[in-house]
């Protein structure tokens, strides 16, 4: 259980235009979920944090209007990269907190990780 | 602003050998600390979490330490083998489910 997917695992894209990559719960609620981006030889950073039917939180030096983030709903958050440019390109991995754990039936603070989107904008 | 560093960034041992990977925070004020593996190109596999009550946890040949008030981890990997080749990540808990990473230790374990 507790598995986390991203679509599409890679996907190449034109200078200006817009990329959406899909993460979802496949056999869990997720009302908080993350999204985090990789640099070559670099560690993961957070960007934002997506709640279910609000805002996200974006963290400091992020560009909400550049990368849109929706949690339409309990099993599904979405970013969006717009007008891609080639600095853009990055691995973006995201993660879930499962509800249980927001709950507080969870001794531990798990949050599960996404096989990762490879995003290269030429 | 918690900043989390990890020692060595690259380690290449033959298969066998037991190994040490190192993880340092500035902030002592954490929730858990977790160790990471992460083949290329893929995403993360959560191997051992340790809550900041707690001392080590293991799991199988793998074993985590956590020192909180002097900031530092252990991995400890015995009898290493090929496929334990990876990069190790270490993240801090800093907020409830806000982790910050560290930068990584890529490791070889040659036949």
């Not at chain 2, 020192?67 to 080749?85: F, M, N, V």
Request: neutral net charge; contains cysteine.
């Amino acid at each position: 259980g507790a598995v986390v997917s991203q679509h599409p695992s890679w996907v190449i894209c034109k200078s200006g235009t817009s990329v959406k990559i899909e993460c979802r719960s496949l056999d869990f609620q997720a009302t908080t979920m993350f999204w985090y981006r990789q640099f070559p030889k670099q560690s993961l950073m957070l960007m934002a944090t997506s709640n279910e039917g609000s805002k996200a939180t974006y963290e400091q030096g992020v560009e909400k209007d550049k990368f849109l983030i929706n949690h339409a709903s309990l099993t599904l958050s979405t970013l969006t990269v717009t007008s891609a440019h080639p600095e853009d390109s990055s691995f973006y991995i995201c993660s879930a907190t499962p509800d249980w754990v927001l709950a507080g039936r969870s001794s531990y603070n798990e949050q599960f990780f996404g096989p990762g989107t490879r995003l290269t904008v030429l | 602003k918690q900043e989390v560093t990890q020692i060595p960034a690259a380690l290449s041992v033959p298969e066998g050998e037991n190994l040490v990977l190192n993880c340092s925070f500035t902030d002592s004020a954490i929730y858990n600390l977790q160790w990471f593996r992460q083949d290329p190109g893929k995403g993360l596999t959560s191997l051992l979490l340790i809550q900041s009550s707690q001392r080590e946890q293991t799991s199988g040949r793998l074993n985590a330490s956590l020192d909180k008030s002097s900031g530092r981890s252990t991995l400890y990997i015995a009898a290493s083998q090929p496929g334990d080749s990876a990069t190790y990540l270490c993240a801090v808990s800093t907020g409830f489910q806000k982790l910050v990473f560290g930068t990584g230790t890529r490791l070889l374990v040659s036949p």
